[in-house]
T-cell receptor
Framework: GIQVEQSPPDLILQEGANSTLRCNFS?????LQWFHQNPWGQLINLFY???GTKQNGRLSATTVATERYSLLYISSSQTTDSGVYFC??????????FGKGTMLLVSP | SQTIHQWPATLVQPVGSPLSLECTVE??????LYWYRQAAGRGLQLLFY??????ISSEVPQNLSASRPQDRQFILSSKKLLLSDSGFYLC?????????FGSGTRLTVV
């Protein structure tokens, strides 16, 4: 099956710093989503982005499907950005395969 | 608007007891429905998915089962729980590509 690798596995930032999270995948995909898992476990959908670039406030994402990677940018990070960020892909079988996530801690 | 309901939020069950977790969606028809499990250590594992009433696909052999008795209802069950069934169970739905997850059930088997 398709492999999804996320980096870095852990990230510690000072409030106000910028960061880039990366997701590599091993095959072509129909769907790629970025999620934020909050401290209560809820998976919040950040972006549905099988290709191209999208922005939502301080967050933006870019997927280069031909090179099989996606990037999530967080600018001016806040403590509420802390949590685990997951990349997940659907390679055409109507199911999502998740990476292992990046655990982000933003300190005040 | 589309919403997904999952209950209970937390559950503590003894080994060998049965399990029934329910998930319902509103505001959409004929969604694909999914059960995922997240064990300690972050990774999410697909357990079951369904593309229609009565159609269940299992990804991982185990003592869990799933059923879809109605278009917008998805149930995860077990006849006898094992300690290894502990984890965070998430229901999700998708229509036309995007996935939305429920709030999850944290199951502890003791």
């Amino acid at each position: 099956g398709i492999q999804v690798e996320q980096s870095p596995p852990d990230l510690i930032l000072q409030e106000g710093a910028n960061s880039t999270l990366r997701c590599n995948f091993s095959d072509s995909v129909n769907n790629l989503q970025w999620f934020h898992q909050n401290p209560w476990g809820q998976l919040i959908n950040l972006f549905y982005i099988p290709s191209g670039t999208k922005q939502n406030g301080r967050l933006s994402a870019t997927t280069v499907a031909t090179e099989r990677y996606s990037l999530l940018y967080i600018s001016s990070s806040q403590t509420t950005d802390s949590g685990v960020y997951f990349c997940a892909v659907d390679s055409g079988y109507s199911t999502l395969t998740f990476g292992k996530g990046t655990m982000l801690l933003v300190s005040p | 608007s589309q919403t997904i309901h999952q209950w209970p939020a937390t559950l503590v069950q003894p080994v060998g007891s049965p399990l029934s977790l329910e998930c319902t969606v509103e505001g959409t028809s004929n969604p694909n429905l999914y059960w995922y499990r997240q064990a300690a250590g972050r990774g999410l594992q697909l357990l079951f998915y369904s593309v229609g009433i009565g159609q269940i696909s299992s990804e991982v052999p185990q003592n869990l089962s799933a059923s879809r008795p109605q278009d917008r209802q998805f149930i995860l069950s077990s006849k006898k729980l094992l300690l290894s069934d502990s984890g965070f169970y998430l229901c999700a739905w998708s229509v036309s590509g995007g996935y939305t997850f429920g709030s999850g059930t944290r199951l502890t088997v003791v």
